[in-house]
């Protein structure tokens, strides 16, 4: 509760701080204070809620448990990660530095919502305090017209997919008169309401569209693309992963009783997601792109922890979530360096900048899955999750198959930069700062593919 209120009141301060700061710095630095506070009101709510405790609050609307806590947590350390890294981009996009930070703290107050509603309704606050500052940040570089593009296609897809979220509400409250999620009630004395299904069915495409998972995903390469590459690390991550923990604790929580009715249906989007992420990243030729796909494809990794309708599921979804946002953000820091965002942007910058290329390696390395990094791990997890829930193997089994489609072009930025000839131009310089925090960032890294424990404190 206190950090939620500390999140809320952050992104105030860094609202006015936009009117009482003239040195855009000064603005990074105070968001990465504010940021450093938030955290420790995280780690005090988290010391003094017993492992057994839930917190209700609001009339029930939200509660604090142990695992939200955790989440919100790694959630808040990763932002503080993403501030630190990407801190120098931002004043490069444009003058309002403070805004953009402001906004950022609305996506983490969104995020914290999704981690503990209890209520429909503060479920569909959640999503539009999450998606809402989002489709600003898309659209914040006015000298793109490609950022303008990626916030209006945003937006729309994004309104169409809340008229389809608050459709979804309104049929599961005329099913079970209620909003609480542990007072749905789907069974009559007839059978299955078929109305509380049909709304199931439609929060079930709207949170796909959320998560980016296919084929609901049409609008992500275009907007992840668009936007200001910063806003598009966050985006890609924290946002995906927000809206993600929602999902589980929606379908986990009140439709676990309906799970064979929506476990087959969603073990088909995953297969579809995972099919057209990977297959179309292949035939990219920008990286920036290429993310934007793979992030489509990491979905559908992501999606095993929803099915497997467990405490695993959800440890996994955490370990994904810490172990996918450090190592996508720190590629996003060592691309956004670049002048040049193609496989040929990449030639060669081993010779030049052995640091740079060294840590890049080990970011696609978890990205692609490979064992000693936290992309194996969290891989591992959620799909160990959904083996423990029977009858998904044959979909485990299709997921490694396109884990190892995936390593072909995660392989290839590599290969550009070891085995490849050029001289790679820079269009910011790479400080003593980045180089520190790329090579925390990349540790953690590491770390979390040899102890993934350590999360879940």
Request: net charge positive.
């Amino acid at each position: 509760m206190n950090s939620l209120i500390a999140t809320i009141i952050s992104g105030v301060l860094m609202m006015f701080a936009g009117f009482a700061l003239r040195d855009k710095k000064s603005a990074v630095t105070m968001a990465q204070v504010l940021l450093v506070v938030v955290l420790g009101f995280n780690i005090w709510d988290l010391l003094h809620v017993p492992q057994d405790v839930v917190l209700p609050l609001f009339n029930d609307m939200i509660r604090f448990e142990r695992s939200t806590l955790v989440f919100n947590t790694l959630l808040t350390g990763c932002t503080l990660i993403y501030a630190l890294l990407m801190g120098r981009e931002v004043l490069r996009v444009g003058s309002h530095v403070a805004d953009y930070f402001a906004l950022i703290f609305f996506i983490l107050t969104g995020a914290f919502l999704l981690s503990s509603f209890n209520n429909l309704l503060m479920l569909f606050l959640g999503i539009e305090i999450l998606s809402i500052p989002q489709y600003i940040l898309a659209g914040v570089d006015k000298r793109n017209l490609k950022s303008s593009e990626a916030s209006l296609k945003y937006f729309l897809m994004g309104a169409f997919s809340t008229g389809i979220l608050l459709m979804g509400i309104t049929l599961v409250y005329g099913a079970s008169g209620s909003f609480n999620v542990h007072q749905l009630r789907f069974f009559t004395d007839y059978g299955i309401n078929i109305m509380g299904l049909a709304g199931l069915l439609l929060l079930l495409v709207s949170m796909s569209f959320k998560v980016s998972a296919a084929p609901f995903h049409l609008w992500t390469p275009d907007v992840y693309d668009g936007a200001p590459t910063p806003f598009t690390a966050y985006m890609a991550t924290i946002g995906k992963v927000a809206a993600f923990y929602g999902f589980i604790r929606l379908f986990q929580g009140s439709f676990a009783q309906l799970s064979p009715r929506w476990v087959l249906v969603l073990s088909i989007i995953t297969a579809l997601t995972l099919l057209v992420g990977n297959l179309t990243a292949v035939f990219q030729q920008s990286v920036k792109r290429m993310l934007a796909y793979s992030s489509i494809a990491q979905a559908g990794f992501m999606l095993f922890a929803v099915m497997s309708i467990s405490d695993s599921g959800r440890q996994g979804i955490m370990l994904y979530a810490v172990a996918y946002t450090i190592a996508t953000v720190g590629l996003f820091t060592v691309l956004i360096k670049l002048k040049d965002y193609t496989y040929d942007g990449f030639n060669g910058l081993a010779r030049t900048h052995p640091f740079l290329a060294f840590v890049a390696a080990i970011f696609l390395f978890s990205l692609a899955g490979i064992p000693l990094t936290g992309g194996f791990m969290a891989k591992y997890w959620v799909l160990r999750a959904a083996v423990e829930q029977g009858n998904m193997l044959w979909l485990v089994v299709f997921a490694l198959l396109m884990a190892a489609v995936s390593s072909y072009y995660y392989f290839r930025v590599i290969i550009a930069m070891y085995f490849k000839e050029g001289v790679p131009e820079f269009k910011s310089e790479v400080t003593s700062g980045n180089k520190w925090m790329l090579g925390i960032t990349c540790a953690l890294v590491i770390l979390l593919g040899i102890v993934p424990q350590i999360i879940f404190f």
